[in-house]
Protein backbone atom coordinates (compact mmCIF):
# COMPACT_ATOMS: atom_id res chain seq x y z
CA UNK A 1 0.00 0.00 0.00
CA UNK A 2 0.86 3.37 -0.71
CA UNK A 3 1.23 6.83 1.48
CA UNK A 4 1.03 10.45 0.42
CA UNK A 5 3.14 13.55 2.84
CA UNK A 6 1.56 16.68 2.34
CA UNK A 7 3.67 19.33 3.69
CA UNK A 8 6.97 17.13 3.71
CA UNK A 9 9.91 18.45 5.50
CA UNK A 10 13.39 16.14 5.83
CA UNK A 11 11.41 13.14 5.62
CA UNK A 12 10.63 11.84 9.38
CA UNK A 13 7.26 11.01 8.95
CA UNK A 14 7.43 9.50 5.57
CA UNK A 15 10.33 7.10 6.95
CA UNK A 16 8.05 5.83 10.13
CA UNK A 17 5.17 5.64 7.52
CA UNK A 18 7.50 3.64 5.47
CA UNK A 19 8.46 1.40 8.54
CA UNK A 20 5.19 0.72 8.96
CA UNK A 21 4.67 -0.80 5.72
CA UNK A 22 3.61 1.73 3.71
CA UNK A 23 5.49 2.76 0.26
CA UNK A 24 6.11 6.85 0.03
CA UNK A 25 4.11 7.34 -3.23
CA UNK A 26 4.50 11.28 -3.43
CA UNK A 27 5.84 14.07 -1.19
CA UNK A 28 4.66 17.68 -1.16
CA UNK A 29 5.64 21.36 -0.13
CA UNK A 30 5.70 24.72 -1.25
CA UNK A 31 9.22 25.00 0.02
CA UNK A 32 11.60 23.95 -2.05
CA UNK A 33 14.35 23.13 0.21
CA UNK A 34 11.77 20.68 2.21
CA UNK A 35 11.33 18.69 -1.34
CA UNK A 36 15.34 18.75 -1.59
CA UNK A 37 16.00 17.45 1.67
CA UNK A 38 12.75 14.89 1.12
CA UNK A 39 14.46 13.91 -2.22
CA UNK A 40 17.38 13.21 -0.82
CA UNK A 41 16.41 11.10 1.60
CA UNK A 42 13.78 9.12 -0.39
CA UNK A 43 15.41 9.39 -3.69
CA UNK A 44 12.89 6.57 -4.92
CA UNK A 45 9.66 8.85 -4.13
CA UNK A 46 7.86 11.67 -6.41
CA UNK A 47 8.07 14.92 -5.22
CA UNK A 48 5.51 18.01 -5.66
CA UNK A 49 7.16 21.80 -5.48
CA UNK A 50 4.43 24.13 -5.19
CA UNK A 51 1.41 25.70 -3.46
CA UNK A 52 -0.92 22.69 -2.29
CA UNK A 53 -3.49 24.93 -1.56
CA UNK A 54 -3.37 26.17 -5.63
CA UNK A 55 -3.04 23.16 -7.04
CA UNK A 56 -5.96 20.77 -8.28
CA UNK A 57 -6.00 17.37 -5.58
CA UNK A 58 -8.23 15.29 -8.42
CA UNK A 59 -4.45 15.22 -10.03
CA UNK A 60 -2.14 13.71 -7.71
CA UNK A 61 -1.90 10.20 -6.96
CA UNK A 62 -3.85 7.92 -4.90
CA UNK A 63 -2.62 6.53 -1.89
CA UNK A 64 -4.15 4.13 1.04
CA UNK A 65 -2.66 6.41 3.31
CA UNK A 66 -2.44 9.93 4.01
CA UNK A 67 -0.30 12.19 6.54
CA UNK A 68 -0.30 15.77 6.56
CA UNK A 69 1.79 18.27 8.82
CA UNK A 70 0.12 21.61 7.67
CA UNK A 71 2.10 24.88 8.80
CA UNK A 72 0.37 26.47 11.81
CA UNK A 73 -1.33 29.67 11.52
CA UNK A 74 -1.36 32.38 13.73
CA UNK A 75 -4.31 31.12 16.21
CA UNK A 76 -5.69 33.60 19.37
CA UNK A 77 -6.08 33.08 22.20
CA UNK A 78 -8.55 33.53 24.84
CA UNK A 79 -7.21 37.47 25.14
CA UNK A 80 -7.52 38.20 21.35
CA UNK A 81 -3.71 38.41 21.26
CA UNK A 82 -2.55 36.31 17.63
CA UNK A 83 1.16 34.57 18.42
CA UNK A 84 3.06 32.39 15.69
CA UNK A 85 3.11 29.39 16.67
CA UNK A 86 4.75 27.95 13.56
CA UNK A 87 5.91 29.56 10.76
CA UNK A 88 7.05 26.26 8.33
CA UNK A 89 5.88 23.20 10.05
CA UNK A 90 8.65 22.16 11.94
CA UNK A 91 11.45 23.00 10.47
CA UNK A 92 12.75 25.86 11.78
CA UNK A 93 12.13 24.85 14.94
CA UNK A 94 15.49 23.82 16.01
CA UNK A 95 17.21 26.55 13.96
CA UNK A 96 19.68 28.67 16.26
CA UNK A 97 16.95 32.10 17.01
CA UNK A 98 19.16 34.13 15.02
CA UNK A 99 19.24 32.24 11.82
CA UNK A 100 15.47 31.46 12.12
CA UNK A 101 14.66 34.92 12.26
CA UNK A 102 15.90 35.68 9.25
CA UNK A 103 13.07 34.28 7.71
CA UNK A 104 10.94 36.86 9.07
CA UNK A 105 7.55 37.21 10.44
CA UNK A 106 4.67 35.63 8.22
CA UNK A 107 3.10 38.68 5.94
CA UNK A 108 -0.82 38.87 6.60
CA UNK A 109 -1.62 36.93 2.93
CA UNK A 110 0.59 34.11 4.46
CA UNK A 111 -1.20 33.84 7.39
CA UNK A 112 -4.53 33.66 5.47
CA UNK A 113 -2.83 30.69 2.98
CA UNK A 114 -1.29 28.76 6.22
CA UNK A 115 -5.53 28.45 7.28
CA UNK A 116 -6.50 27.23 3.91
CA UNK A 117 -3.98 24.12 4.26
CA UNK A 118 -6.15 22.68 7.20
CA UNK A 119 -8.69 22.74 4.41
CA UNK A 120 -6.38 20.60 1.63
CA UNK A 121 -6.87 17.54 3.92
CA UNK A 122 -10.81 16.88 3.24
CA UNK A 123 -10.09 18.69 -0.18
CA UNK A 124 -7.27 15.58 -1.04
CA UNK A 125 -10.24 12.77 0.52
CA UNK A 126 -13.02 14.59 -1.51
CA UNK A 127 -11.02 14.20 -4.25
CA UNK A 128 -9.70 10.89 -4.10
CA UNK A 129 -13.73 9.71 -3.62
CA UNK A 130 -14.78 11.47 -6.81
CA UNK A 131 -11.79 9.51 -8.75
CA UNK A 132 -13.15 6.62 -7.73
CA UNK A 133 -16.07 5.80 -4.64
CA UNK A 134 -15.43 2.15 -4.27
CA UNK A 135 -11.31 2.98 -3.39
CA UNK A 136 -11.08 5.96 -0.84
CA UNK A 137 -8.15 6.86 1.15
CA UNK A 138 -8.32 4.00 4.15
CA UNK A 139 -6.88 6.44 6.67
CA UNK A 140 -4.96 9.02 7.66
CA UNK A 141 -3.27 11.23 10.26
CA UNK A 142 -2.87 14.97 10.53
CA UNK A 143 -0.27 16.91 12.64
CA UNK A 144 0.09 19.93 14.46
CA UNK A 145 1.16 22.23 17.43
CA UNK A 146 -1.68 21.30 20.11
CA UNK A 147 -2.77 25.11 19.54
CA UNK A 148 -4.49 24.16 16.41
CA UNK A 149 -7.43 22.77 18.38
CA UNK A 150 -7.94 26.53 19.00
CA UNK A 151 -9.14 27.20 15.45
CA UNK A 152 -11.95 28.93 14.97
CA UNK A 153 -12.50 27.03 12.03
CA UNK A 154 -12.02 23.52 14.06
CA UNK A 155 -15.34 22.23 14.57
CA UNK A 156 -16.03 22.73 10.49
CA UNK A 157 -12.99 21.16 9.40
CA UNK A 158 -14.15 18.02 11.77
CA UNK A 159 -17.19 17.80 10.05
CA UNK A 160 -16.03 17.86 6.46
CA UNK A 161 -13.98 14.80 7.12
CA UNK A 162 -16.73 13.23 9.14
CA UNK A 163 -18.74 13.82 5.77
CA UNK A 164 -16.49 12.38 3.11
CA UNK A 165 -17.21 8.86 5.73
CA UNK A 166 -14.57 8.92 8.12
CA UNK A 167 -13.85 8.26 11.51
CA UNK A 168 -11.96 10.13 14.04
CA UNK A 169 -9.97 10.26 17.20
CA UNK A 170 -8.06 13.17 18.40
CA UNK A 171 -4.84 12.56 19.95
CA UNK A 172 -2.69 14.88 22.45
CA UNK A 173 0.30 12.72 22.58
CA UNK A 174 4.60 13.60 23.42
CA UNK A 175 7.05 12.12 20.87
CA UNK A 176 9.23 10.48 23.06
CA UNK A 177 6.54 8.61 24.49
CA UNK A 178 6.10 6.76 21.02
CA UNK A 179 6.98 3.12 20.69
CA UNK A 180 6.90 1.11 17.87
CA UNK A 181 8.10 -2.53 17.04
CA UNK A 182 9.35 -1.21 13.80
CA UNK A 183 11.11 2.03 14.83
CA UNK A 184 13.25 3.56 17.36
CA UNK A 185 12.16 5.44 20.46
CA UNK A 186 12.27 9.25 19.53
CA UNK A 187 15.07 10.80 21.67
CA UNK A 188 13.24 14.69 21.63
CA UNK A 189 10.68 15.82 23.58
CA UNK A 190 7.87 17.53 21.27
CA UNK A 191 3.64 18.03 22.32
CA UNK A 192 2.11 17.89 19.06
CA UNK A 193 -1.79 17.09 18.17
CA UNK A 194 -2.60 14.29 16.03
CA UNK A 195 -6.02 13.82 14.30
CA UNK A 196 -5.86 10.21 12.84
CA UNK A 197 -8.97 9.01 10.64
CA UNK A 198 -9.67 5.75 9.17
CA UNK A 199 -12.57 5.41 7.01
CA UNK A 200 -15.69 3.26 7.86
CA UNK A 201 -16.15 0.81 5.18
CA UNK A 202 -12.56 -0.48 7.03
CA UNK A 203 -15.54 -1.89 9.78
CA UNK A 204 -13.16 -1.46 12.82
CA UNK A 205 -11.50 0.97 15.10
CA UNK A 206 -7.97 0.86 15.84
CA UNK A 207 -7.13 -0.60 18.82
CA UNK A 208 -5.89 2.96 20.54
CA UNK A 209 -4.37 1.46 23.74
CA UNK A 210 -1.89 -0.48 22.19
CA UNK A 211 -0.47 2.61 21.06
CA UNK A 212 -1.53 5.39 23.44
CA UNK A 213 -0.70 3.38 26.22
CA UNK A 214 3.28 4.10 26.98
CA UNK A 215 5.60 1.80 29.12
CA UNK A 216 6.02 2.77 32.79
CA UNK A 217 7.23 1.95 35.69
CA UNK A 218 4.97 2.11 38.74
CA UNK A 219 7.61 2.52 42.10
CA UNK A 220 4.85 1.25 43.93
CA UNK A 221 3.11 -2.06 42.16
CA UNK A 222 7.56 -2.14 41.29
CA UNK A 223 6.22 -3.66 37.82
CA UNK A 224 5.73 -2.12 34.34
CA UNK A 225 2.45 -1.06 33.24
CA UNK A 226 0.71 0.48 30.86
CA UNK A 227 0.31 3.89 31.57
CA UNK A 228 -2.98 5.60 31.33
CA UNK A 229 -3.48 9.49 30.13
CA UNK A 230 -5.00 11.50 32.57
CA UNK A 231 -6.24 14.55 32.18
CA UNK A 232 -6.24 17.56 35.32
CA UNK A 233 -8.93 19.25 34.26
CA UNK A 234 -12.45 16.99 32.99
CA UNK A 235 -13.53 17.42 29.56
CA UNK A 236 -10.29 18.56 28.51
CA UNK A 237 -8.82 16.72 24.99
CA UNK A 238 -5.82 18.45 23.88
CA UNK A 239 -2.56 20.12 25.58
CA UNK A 240 0.86 19.50 27.05
CA UNK A 241 2.44 16.55 29.16
CA UNK A 242 3.75 17.19 32.71
CA UNK A 243 3.07 17.50 35.57
CA UNK A 244 2.87 21.66 35.41
CA UNK A 245 0.60 21.34 31.94
CA UNK A 246 -2.85 19.38 31.00
CA UNK A 247 -2.33 15.89 31.31
CA UNK A 248 -0.40 13.05 33.15
CA UNK A 249 0.25 9.78 32.88
CA UNK A 250 -0.78 7.35 36.03
CA UNK A 251 -0.62 3.74 36.81
CA UNK A 252 -3.81 1.21 35.58
CA UNK A 253 -3.81 -0.31 38.88
CA UNK A 254 -5.85 0.91 42.03
CA UNK A 255 -3.94 -0.93 44.45
CA UNK A 256 -1.08 2.02 44.49
CA UNK A 257 -3.92 5.18 44.01
CA UNK A 258 -3.23 4.99 40.18
CA UNK A 259 0.32 6.79 41.00
CA UNK A 260 1.60 9.57 38.41
CA UNK A 261 4.15 7.10 36.76
CA UNK A 262 6.70 8.20 33.89
CA UNK A 263 6.69 6.66 30.66
CA UNK A 264 10.21 5.23 29.86
CA UNK A 265 12.15 7.44 27.23
CA UNK A 266 15.14 7.50 25.16
CA UNK A 267 18.14 10.30 25.63
CA UNK A 268 19.49 12.84 23.13
CA UNK A 269 22.60 11.07 23.30
CA UNK A 270 21.45 8.05 21.26
CA UNK A 271 20.91 10.65 18.04
CA UNK A 272 24.61 12.26 18.17
CA UNK A 273 27.33 10.87 16.40
CA UNK A 274 29.96 10.90 18.85
CA UNK A 275 32.45 10.68 15.89
CA UNK A 276 32.19 13.74 15.04
CA UNK A 277 34.76 15.96 16.14
CA UNK A 278 33.58 18.92 17.88
CA UNK A 279 34.56 22.52 17.99
CA UNK A 280 35.85 24.16 21.39
CA UNK A 281 34.45 27.20 22.00
CA UNK A 282 37.51 28.41 22.57
CA UNK A 283 38.41 27.92 19.27
CA UNK A 284 35.95 29.52 17.11
CA UNK A 285 36.68 32.42 14.78
CA UNK A 286 33.84 34.34 16.10
CA UNK A 287 33.09 34.53 19.48
CA UNK A 288 29.61 33.47 20.31
CA UNK A 289 26.86 35.76 21.45
CA UNK A 290 26.81 36.77 25.10
CA UNK A 291 23.06 35.05 25.42
CA UNK A 292 24.42 31.59 23.79
CA UNK A 293 27.22 31.96 26.53
CA UNK A 294 25.36 32.61 29.25
CA UNK A 295 22.92 29.72 28.18
CA UNK A 296 25.64 27.36 28.02
CA UNK A 297 27.25 28.58 31.26
CA UNK A 298 23.77 27.92 33.17
CA UNK A 299 23.65 24.17 31.70
CA UNK A 300 27.21 23.51 33.05
CA UNK A 301 26.07 24.88 35.96
CA UNK A 302 22.92 22.43 36.34
CA UNK A 303 23.79 19.17 34.35
CA UNK A 304 27.61 19.30 34.73
CA UNK A 305 28.37 19.10 38.64
CA UNK A 306 30.91 16.90 40.89
CA UNK A 307 29.56 13.25 41.86
CA UNK A 308 29.50 10.65 45.11
CA UNK A 309 30.21 7.25 44.31
CA UNK A 310 30.34 3.65 45.93
CA UNK A 311 33.87 3.14 45.59
CA UNK A 312 33.34 -0.52 46.79
CA UNK A 313 29.81 -1.45 46.07
CA UNK A 314 28.31 -3.57 48.59
CA UNK A 315 28.82 -7.21 49.80
CA UNK A 316 26.10 -8.58 47.59
CA UNK A 317 26.17 -6.33 44.26
CA UNK A 318 27.09 -7.94 41.38
CA UNK A 319 29.06 -4.67 39.47
CA UNK A 320 30.62 -2.58 42.27
CA UNK A 321 31.62 0.58 42.64
CA UNK A 322 29.44 1.38 39.17
CA UNK A 323 26.28 3.75 40.86
CA UNK A 324 26.98 7.19 40.88
CA UNK A 325 24.99 10.26 42.45
CA UNK A 326 26.03 14.14 42.15
CA UNK A 327 27.68 15.79 44.99
CA UNK A 328 24.78 18.23 45.58
CA UNK A 329 22.24 15.27 46.51
CA UNK A 330 22.53 13.87 49.92
CA UNK A 331 25.03 10.99 50.30
CA UNK A 332 23.90 8.01 50.37
CA UNK A 333 24.65 5.11 52.95
CA UNK A 334 28.50 4.57 53.50
CA UNK A 335 29.11 0.43 53.63
CA UNK A 336 31.87 -1.16 55.55
CA UNK A 337 33.72 -1.63 52.37
CA UNK A 338 34.19 1.92 52.20
CA UNK A 339 36.06 2.80 55.23
Known amino acids: ?9 CGGSGQGVDRAGFTPVLAANHWERAVQSHAANFPGTDHFTGDIHEADPGRFPYAEFFWASPACP ?15 SSLLDDLPPAEAAQWGPLPTEEEERSRA ?9 AAMRRRDSARPVLAGVVENVVECRKWAWWDAWIAAIHAEGYRTRLIAFNSMHASAPSTPR ?12 WHESLRRDPDWDRWLRPSAWCPTCEEWVAAMQVWKRPGQDMGRYGVRNQYVYRCPAASCRHQIVEPAVAPAAVAIDWTVPGQRIGDRDEPL ?3 TMARIEAGLRKYTRPITLEARGHTFERRPGVRTWPADAPLTTLHTTES
Open 1 to 9: MGSIDFFAG
Open 74 to 88: KWSNARGVKRNFDRQ
Open 117 to 125: LMWDVPRYL
Open 186 to 197: PPQSRDRLYLAY
Open 289 to 291: APK
